[in-house]
Protein backbone atom coordinates (compact mmCIF):
# COMPACT_ATOMS: atom_id res chain seq x y z
CA UNK A 1 0.00 0.00 0.00
CA UNK A 2 1.69 3.52 -0.75
CA UNK A 3 2.41 6.04 1.56
CA UNK A 4 -0.02 9.18 1.46
CA UNK A 5 0.79 11.66 -0.80
CA UNK A 6 2.98 14.15 0.48
CA UNK A 7 4.51 11.56 2.86
CA UNK A 8 1.69 12.02 5.59
CA UNK A 9 -1.53 11.29 6.25
CA UNK A 10 -3.35 14.68 7.34
CA UNK A 11 -5.98 14.65 9.83
CA UNK A 12 -6.91 18.43 10.83
CA UNK A 13 -10.18 17.24 12.96
CA UNK A 14 -10.72 18.70 16.32
CA UNK A 15 -11.15 15.95 18.11
CA UNK A 16 -14.61 15.19 19.94
CA UNK A 17 -13.89 16.35 23.32
CA UNK A 18 -12.40 19.90 22.17
CA UNK A 19 -15.26 20.31 19.84
CA UNK A 20 -17.54 22.49 22.06
CA UNK A 21 -14.87 24.43 22.77
CA UNK A 22 -13.90 25.28 19.47
CA UNK A 23 -17.47 25.82 18.73
CA UNK A 24 -17.74 28.62 21.32
CA UNK A 25 -14.56 29.95 19.89
CA UNK A 26 -16.21 30.20 16.88
CA UNK A 27 -18.74 32.78 17.82
CA UNK A 28 -16.29 35.46 18.59
CA UNK A 29 -14.27 35.46 14.91
CA UNK A 30 -15.14 36.66 12.11
CA UNK A 31 -17.21 34.75 9.42
CA UNK A 32 -16.77 34.06 5.90
CA UNK A 33 -20.04 32.13 4.34
CA UNK A 34 -18.75 29.17 1.52
CA UNK A 35 -20.75 27.21 -0.41
CA UNK A 36 -21.61 23.37 -0.07
CA UNK A 37 -18.96 22.47 -2.17
CA UNK A 38 -16.12 24.54 -0.73
CA UNK A 39 -17.35 22.70 2.65
CA UNK A 40 -17.04 19.83 1.38
CA UNK A 41 -13.16 20.63 0.00
CA UNK A 42 -12.45 21.49 3.69
CA UNK A 43 -14.09 18.19 4.91
CA UNK A 44 -11.48 16.14 2.30
CA UNK A 45 -9.14 17.98 3.69
CA UNK A 46 -9.65 17.28 7.22
CA UNK A 47 -9.74 13.81 6.74
CA UNK A 48 -6.47 13.32 4.95
CA UNK A 49 -7.95 12.74 1.21
CA UNK A 50 -6.59 15.46 -0.26
CA UNK A 51 -2.84 14.91 2.14
CA UNK A 52 -0.39 16.54 1.81
CA UNK A 53 -2.91 20.03 2.40
CA UNK A 54 -3.52 21.46 5.07
CA UNK A 55 -6.02 24.48 4.00
CA UNK A 56 -6.86 26.09 0.97
CA UNK A 57 -3.74 27.49 -0.91
CA UNK A 58 -1.28 30.28 0.23
CA UNK A 59 -0.20 32.21 -2.92
CA UNK A 60 2.74 30.14 -3.15
CA UNK A 61 1.55 26.71 -3.73
CA UNK A 62 -1.32 28.46 -5.68
CA UNK A 63 0.84 30.05 -8.15
CA UNK A 64 3.43 26.73 -8.30
CA UNK A 65 0.10 24.67 -9.41
CA UNK A 66 -1.26 27.16 -12.26
CA UNK A 67 2.47 27.52 -13.65
CA UNK A 68 4.15 23.74 -13.07
CA UNK A 69 1.05 21.37 -11.49
CA UNK A 70 2.76 21.07 -8.86
CA UNK A 71 3.01 22.65 -5.20
CA UNK A 72 5.98 24.85 -4.42
CA UNK A 73 7.85 21.78 -2.66
CA UNK A 74 7.50 19.82 -5.91
CA UNK A 75 4.93 17.95 -5.01
CA UNK A 76 2.75 16.65 -7.78
CA UNK A 77 -1.05 18.72 -7.20
CA UNK A 78 -2.82 20.12 -10.50
CA UNK A 79 -5.84 21.31 -8.77
CA UNK A 80 -6.68 24.42 -6.75
CA UNK A 81 -7.79 24.19 -3.68
CA UNK A 82 -9.12 27.50 -2.38
CA UNK A 83 -11.70 29.91 -0.85
CA UNK A 84 -12.70 32.90 -2.72
CA UNK A 85 -14.25 36.12 -0.88
CA UNK A 86 -15.04 39.86 -1.29
CA UNK A 87 -12.93 42.66 -0.75
CA UNK A 88 -16.15 43.72 1.90
CA UNK A 89 -15.80 40.20 3.40
CA UNK A 90 -11.52 40.39 3.65
CA UNK A 91 -12.25 43.57 5.51
CA UNK A 92 -13.03 41.85 8.55
CA UNK A 93 -10.08 40.22 9.51
CA UNK A 94 -6.41 40.14 7.95
CA UNK A 95 -3.80 38.14 7.88
CA UNK A 96 -2.12 36.17 11.00
CA UNK A 97 -6.03 36.11 11.80
CA UNK A 98 -8.60 33.03 12.78
CA UNK A 99 -11.53 33.45 11.27
CA UNK A 100 -14.75 30.81 11.23
CA UNK A 101 -16.42 29.21 8.18
CA UNK A 102 -19.96 28.77 8.13
CA UNK A 103 -22.45 27.11 5.50
CA UNK A 104 -26.25 26.74 6.02
CA UNK A 105 -26.39 29.03 8.92
CA UNK A 106 -23.47 26.68 10.97
CA UNK A 107 -19.75 27.66 11.73
CA UNK A 108 -18.05 24.14 10.89
CA UNK A 109 -14.39 24.91 11.04
CA UNK A 110 -11.63 27.68 11.58
CA UNK A 111 -9.21 28.74 9.30
CA UNK A 112 -5.95 30.61 10.62
CA UNK A 113 -5.18 33.29 7.65
CA UNK A 114 -1.84 32.79 6.55
CA UNK A 115 -2.53 34.83 3.75
CA UNK A 116 -4.87 36.77 1.66
CA UNK A 117 -4.47 37.27 -2.41
CA UNK A 118 -6.07 38.39 -5.40
CA UNK A 119 -7.48 35.89 -7.97
CA UNK A 120 -7.24 36.45 -11.51
CA UNK A 121 -9.92 34.43 -12.93
CA UNK A 122 -9.00 34.16 -16.67
CA UNK A 123 -5.60 32.97 -15.94
CA UNK A 124 -7.19 30.67 -13.41
CA UNK A 125 -9.84 29.47 -16.20
CA UNK A 126 -7.11 29.02 -18.81
CA UNK A 127 -4.25 27.10 -16.65
CA UNK A 128 -6.64 24.82 -15.20
CA UNK A 129 -9.06 24.26 -18.09
CA UNK A 130 -7.37 25.31 -21.30
CA UNK A 131 -10.44 27.52 -22.40
CA UNK A 132 -12.06 30.86 -21.25
CA UNK A 133 -15.50 29.58 -23.14
CA UNK A 134 -18.05 30.23 -20.43
CA UNK A 135 -19.90 27.31 -21.77
CA UNK A 136 -16.94 24.67 -20.24
CA UNK A 137 -18.71 24.07 -16.82
CA UNK A 138 -15.82 24.82 -14.68
CA UNK A 139 -14.99 28.32 -16.80
CA UNK A 140 -18.20 28.86 -15.66
CA UNK A 141 -17.82 28.73 -11.76
CA UNK A 142 -14.60 30.08 -12.19
CA UNK A 143 -15.65 33.78 -13.62
CA UNK A 144 -18.08 33.38 -10.72
CA UNK A 145 -15.76 33.52 -8.09
CA UNK A 146 -14.83 36.26 -6.07
CA UNK A 147 -11.67 38.66 -6.43
CA UNK A 148 -9.78 37.19 -3.23
CA UNK A 149 -8.42 34.14 -2.41
CA UNK A 150 -7.26 32.97 1.47
CA UNK A 151 -5.33 30.65 2.55
CA UNK A 152 -4.04 28.77 5.60
CA UNK A 153 -4.29 25.58 8.00
CA UNK A 154 -7.80 24.43 9.14
CA UNK A 155 -9.54 22.68 11.99
CA UNK A 156 -12.97 21.08 11.52
CA UNK A 157 -15.15 21.02 14.09
CA UNK A 158 -18.79 20.03 12.67
CA UNK A 159 -19.02 17.22 10.31
CA UNK A 160 -21.36 16.72 7.76
CA UNK A 161 -22.89 13.15 7.76
CA UNK A 162 -22.16 12.54 4.07
CA UNK A 163 -25.37 11.71 1.69
CA UNK A 164 -24.78 8.04 1.69
CA UNK A 165 -23.20 7.18 5.50
CA UNK A 166 -22.96 3.55 5.10
CA UNK A 167 -20.83 4.39 1.86
CA UNK A 168 -18.84 7.24 2.99
CA UNK A 169 -15.36 6.19 4.32
CA UNK A 170 -12.01 7.92 5.67
CA UNK A 171 -8.50 6.91 4.25
CA UNK A 172 -7.71 5.93 7.86
CA UNK A 173 -11.09 3.49 7.24
CA UNK A 174 -9.71 2.12 3.86
CA UNK A 175 -6.49 1.61 4.45
CA UNK A 176 -7.65 -0.54 7.53
CA UNK A 177 -10.21 -2.58 5.22
CA UNK A 178 -7.69 -3.18 2.79
CA UNK A 179 -5.20 -4.62 4.99
CA UNK A 180 -7.89 -6.86 6.70
CA UNK A 181 -8.90 -8.32 3.64
CA UNK A 182 -5.18 -8.94 2.51
CA UNK A 183 -5.27 -6.86 -0.38
CA UNK A 184 -1.66 -5.63 -1.05
CA UNK A 185 -2.88 -4.47 -4.43
CA UNK A 186 -6.03 -2.01 -5.01
CA UNK A 187 -7.15 -0.57 -8.40
CA UNK A 188 -9.40 2.85 -7.91
CA UNK A 189 -12.00 3.52 -10.26
CA UNK A 190 -14.09 6.80 -10.16
CA UNK A 191 -17.19 7.20 -11.62
CA UNK A 192 -19.25 9.24 -12.31
CA UNK A 193 -21.52 7.80 -14.22
CA UNK A 194 -24.78 4.38 -13.55
CA UNK A 195 -22.00 1.34 -15.08
CA UNK A 196 -22.67 0.09 -18.52
CA UNK A 197 -21.33 -3.08 -19.90
CA UNK A 198 -17.82 -1.09 -20.95
CA UNK A 199 -17.55 -0.16 -16.89
CA UNK A 200 -17.76 -3.21 -15.68
CA UNK A 201 -15.14 -5.22 -18.72
CA UNK A 202 -12.73 -2.38 -17.72
CA UNK A 203 -13.16 -2.93 -13.92
CA UNK A 204 -12.53 -6.85 -14.05
CA UNK A 205 -9.84 -6.45 -16.60
CA UNK A 206 -8.30 -4.35 -13.82
CA UNK A 207 -8.94 -7.20 -11.42
CA UNK A 208 -7.26 -9.80 -13.54
CA UNK A 209 -4.05 -7.87 -12.10
CA UNK A 210 -4.74 -6.85 -8.73
CA UNK A 211 -6.37 -7.53 -5.61
CA UNK A 212 -8.76 -5.55 -5.04
CA UNK A 213 -11.30 -3.12 -6.58
CA UNK A 214 -11.82 0.13 -5.01
CA UNK A 215 -15.28 2.00 -6.95
CA UNK A 216 -15.18 5.24 -6.02
CA UNK A 217 -18.49 7.00 -7.45
CA UNK A 218 -18.69 10.97 -6.83
CA UNK A 219 -20.77 12.31 -5.18
CA UNK A 220 -21.87 15.94 -5.42
CA UNK A 221 -22.45 18.92 -7.86
CA UNK A 222 -22.73 17.91 -11.76
CA UNK A 223 -23.35 19.36 -14.76
CA UNK A 224 -26.88 18.98 -16.22
CA UNK A 225 -27.66 15.52 -18.27
CA UNK A 226 -25.46 13.54 -15.55
CA UNK A 227 -26.63 10.98 -13.82
CA UNK A 228 -27.85 11.63 -9.81
CA UNK A 229 -25.81 10.20 -6.82
CA UNK A 230 -29.05 7.94 -5.85
CA UNK A 231 -29.34 6.45 -9.34
CA UNK A 232 -25.51 5.68 -9.68
CA UNK A 233 -25.65 3.85 -6.07
CA UNK A 234 -28.45 2.36 -6.56
CA UNK A 235 -27.07 0.72 -10.01
CA UNK A 236 -23.39 -0.41 -8.38
CA UNK A 237 -25.58 -1.80 -5.56
CA UNK A 238 -27.26 -4.12 -7.94
CA UNK A 239 -24.31 -4.79 -10.15
CA UNK A 240 -21.94 -5.81 -7.01
CA UNK A 241 -24.61 -7.83 -5.87
CA UNK A 242 -25.36 -9.67 -8.69
CA UNK A 243 -22.05 -9.93 -10.66
CA UNK A 244 -19.36 -9.00 -8.47
CA UNK A 245 -16.87 -11.57 -6.27
CA UNK A 246 -18.16 -10.20 -2.45
CA UNK A 247 -14.29 -10.23 -1.31
CA UNK A 248 -12.60 -8.23 -4.45
CA UNK A 249 -14.40 -4.81 -4.28
CA UNK A 250 -15.87 -2.67 -2.24
CA UNK A 251 -18.12 0.64 -2.93
CA UNK A 252 -16.94 4.01 -1.08
CA UNK A 253 -18.66 7.19 -2.27
CA UNK A 254 -16.31 10.77 -2.74
CA UNK A 255 -18.40 13.37 -1.82
CA UNK A 256 -16.81 16.32 -4.35
CA UNK A 257 -17.59 18.52 -7.39
CA UNK A 258 -16.74 17.69 -10.76
CA UNK A 259 -14.76 20.36 -12.15
CA UNK A 260 -14.61 18.98 -15.71
CA UNK A 261 -10.50 19.77 -16.01
CA UNK A 262 -10.07 16.38 -17.93
CA UNK A 263 -6.09 15.55 -17.85
CA UNK A 264 -5.56 18.22 -14.77
CA UNK A 265 -8.71 16.64 -13.07
CA UNK A 266 -7.42 13.12 -13.61
CA UNK A 267 -3.99 13.63 -11.99
CA UNK A 268 -6.01 15.10 -9.13
CA UNK A 269 -8.33 11.48 -9.22
CA UNK A 270 -5.18 9.79 -9.14
CA UNK A 271 -3.80 11.41 -6.03
CA UNK A 272 -7.18 11.38 -3.71
CA UNK A 273 -6.92 7.82 -4.62
CA UNK A 274 -3.72 7.18 -3.59
CA UNK A 275 -4.59 8.76 -0.43
CA UNK A 276 -7.39 6.04 0.43
CA UNK A 277 -4.68 3.91 -0.06
CA UNK A 278 -4.61 2.55 -4.03
CA UNK A 279 -1.89 1.20 -5.64
CA UNK A 280 -3.52 1.38 -8.76
CA UNK A 281 -5.63 4.19 -10.52
CA UNK A 282 -7.99 3.07 -13.72
CA UNK A 283 -7.78 6.01 -16.30
CA UNK A 284 -10.39 5.20 -19.56
CA UNK A 285 -11.45 7.72 -22.85
CA UNK A 286 -11.46 11.54 -21.86
CA UNK A 287 -11.29 11.08 -18.47
CA UNK A 288 -13.45 13.97 -16.32
CA UNK A 289 -13.59 15.41 -19.90
CA UNK A 290 -16.45 17.75 -21.33
CA UNK A 291 -17.37 18.39 -24.74
CA UNK A 292 -15.11 18.42 -27.35
CA UNK A 293 -12.16 20.81 -24.92
CA UNK A 294 -9.92 17.69 -24.02
CA UNK A 295 -8.43 14.84 -27.19
CA UNK A 296 -9.47 11.44 -26.09
CA UNK A 297 -6.06 10.36 -24.78
CA UNK A 298 -4.96 13.92 -23.33
CA UNK A 299 -6.17 12.61 -19.60
CA UNK A 300 -4.09 9.46 -20.14
CA UNK A 301 -0.87 12.04 -21.61
CA UNK A 302 -0.83 14.12 -18.44
CA UNK A 303 0.71 10.91 -16.46
CA UNK A 304 4.18 11.14 -18.31
CA UNK A 305 4.57 14.50 -17.02
CA UNK A 306 4.25 12.81 -13.12
CA UNK A 307 6.79 9.68 -12.80
CA UNK A 308 6.84 10.73 -9.28
CA UNK A 309 3.24 10.52 -8.67
CA UNK A 310 3.57 7.58 -6.46
CA UNK A 311 0.39 5.39 -8.14
CA UNK A 312 0.55 3.42 -11.23
CA UNK A 313 -1.99 4.43 -13.67
CA UNK A 314 -3.76 1.46 -16.03
CA UNK A 315 -4.88 3.02 -19.01
CA UNK A 316 -7.93 1.43 -21.11
CA UNK A 317 -8.74 2.72 -24.38
CA UNK A 318 -11.22 1.89 -27.11
CA UNK A 319 -13.27 -0.93 -25.97
CA UNK A 320 -16.50 -2.33 -27.36
CA UNK A 321 -19.32 -5.43 -27.62
CA UNK A 322 -17.94 -7.47 -31.09
CA UNK A 323 -21.36 -9.39 -32.12
CA UNK A 324 -19.26 -12.25 -33.59
CA UNK A 325 -16.71 -12.22 -30.57
CA UNK A 326 -19.97 -12.22 -28.03
CA UNK A 327 -18.64 -10.01 -25.64
CA UNK A 328 -16.93 -7.25 -24.63
CA UNK A 329 -13.79 -6.95 -26.51
CA UNK A 330 -11.02 -4.46 -27.66
CA UNK A 331 -9.37 -3.42 -31.22
CA UNK A 332 -6.10 -5.36 -30.20
CA UNK A 333 -7.51 -9.04 -29.54
CA UNK A 334 -10.84 -8.80 -32.00
CA UNK A 335 -10.37 -9.45 -35.67
CA UNK A 336 -13.61 -8.56 -37.03
CA UNK A 337 -14.71 -5.55 -38.81
CA UNK A 338 -16.62 -2.12 -37.55
CA UNK A 339 -19.68 -3.74 -38.43
CA UNK A 340 -19.87 -6.31 -35.79
CA UNK A 341 -18.83 -3.65 -33.17
CA UNK A 342 -21.05 -2.01 -30.80
CA UNK A 343 -19.70 1.13 -29.55
CA UNK A 344 -19.95 2.18 -25.65
CA UNK A 345 -21.22 6.06 -25.84
CA UNK A 346 -22.23 7.44 -22.18
CA UNK A 347 -23.75 10.13 -24.37
CA UNK A 348 -26.46 7.98 -26.72
CA UNK A 349 -27.17 5.97 -23.61
CA UNK A 350 -28.00 8.64 -21.38
CA UNK A 351 -30.18 9.48 -24.72
CA UNK A 352 -31.85 6.51 -24.80
CA UNK A 353 -32.39 6.40 -21.19
CA UNK A 354 -34.40 9.91 -21.27
CA UNK A 355 -36.22 8.97 -24.20
CA UNK A 356 -37.55 5.52 -21.94
CA UNK A 357 -35.65 3.40 -23.95
CA UNK A 358 -33.99 0.19 -22.69
CA UNK A 359 -30.38 -0.12 -23.96
CA UNK A 360 -29.68 -3.73 -25.05
CA UNK A 361 -27.86 -6.20 -22.73
CA UNK A 362 -24.90 -5.88 -24.92
CA UNK A 363 -24.74 -2.12 -23.66
CA UNK A 364 -26.16 -2.58 -19.90
CA UNK A 365 -27.18 -5.14 -18.13
CA UNK A 366 -30.84 -5.44 -17.42
CA UNK A 367 -31.20 -4.97 -14.02
CA UNK A 368 -28.99 -1.84 -14.11
CA UNK A 369 -31.41 -0.53 -16.60
CA UNK A 370 -34.44 -1.35 -14.21
CA UNK A 371 -32.66 0.39 -11.66
CA UNK A 372 -32.56 3.63 -13.53
CA UNK A 373 -35.78 3.32 -14.95
CA UNK A 374 -37.27 3.25 -12.04
CA UNK A 375 -36.46 7.01 -11.22
CA UNK A 376 -38.75 9.54 -12.52
CA UNK A 377 -36.07 11.64 -13.27
CA UNK A 378 -32.77 10.28 -13.12
CA UNK A 379 -30.62 12.62 -14.17
CA UNK A 380 -29.13 16.17 -13.17
CA UNK A 381 -31.60 19.24 -14.70
Given amino acids: MP ?6 LIDRLVPESKRERVREEA ?5 VLVS ?8 NIAYGIYSPLEGPLTGEDYRSVLERGRLANDVP ?9 SGEEASAFREGDDIALVEGGEAFALLHVE ?16 TLDKAHPGVARTLEMKPLLIGGPIWLFRE ?31 TRNAPHLGHEYVQKTALAFVD ?10 KKPGDFKDEVIIEAYEILLRHYYLRETAVLVTLEMEMRYAGPKEAI ?15 VGRDHAGVGKYYGPYEAQEAFEEYPDLGITPLFFRNFFYCCRCGGVTNERVCPHPAEYRIEFSGTRIREMLMRGERPSKELMRPEVVDVILRHPDPFVR
Fill in 3 to 8: APHGGR
Fill in 27 to 31: EELPR
Fill in 36 to 43: MEKRKDLE
Fill in 77 to 85: WTIPIVIDV
Fill in 115 to 130: EIYPLDHKEYALKIFK
Fill in 160 to 190: TPGKFPRYRLKPKETRLLFRERGWRTIAGFQ
Fill in 212 to 221: GLFINPLIGR
Fill in 268 to 282: FHAIVRKNFGCTHFI
